[in-house]
């Protein structure tokens, strides 16, 4: 299987050993307000929401299903998500809207979730921003459009991967 990293650091503002050097840089939905606009938070979500839409269908996909999921209620609660949490579960088939969905929920603190298909396909988030996506294939055109996009794709192996 092939694994990116997908994030929105710039790799040349790595350090030799590969941690982000920028302390400028917002890091968590939390820092909206602080370190960055609603509106460039939200623009930045998207092209991570895209990413994924990007792969699927690199490799013609349309559904995963949930690997894992972790919910923090008051985070739930605050981005009206406790309905349609309420109808996903674990080993769920979940379609590309509920993927956004649950992609959204994540990038925004409010869930941690893992979503996969078998040896075709996974998305892992980890902390700080990023982003861990694999696929049976190269997909080529997917990371084409995400690196247009302004996101950084780079070949990585997800820390999660064991436990999907």
Known sequence: MYSWRVTKYNPLFRNRDGSYQ???E????SEVGLKVSMEEYVRTEQLYINAI????EDIGLDHAYLLALEQWSDEVNKQNAKEFLSK???GKTISVQEIEALARLTLRNAIWCKIGIKKDFYVHFGNDYYMYIGARKACEKAIDEVTH???YVERWESPYQSTS
């Open 26 to 29: 917002w890091t968590c939905f």
């Open 53 to 56: 839409s990007s792969f699927m």
């Open 88 to 90: 996903i579960w674990v």
């Open 149 to 151: 996009s302004g996101l």
């Open 22 to 24: 920028n302390d400028e």
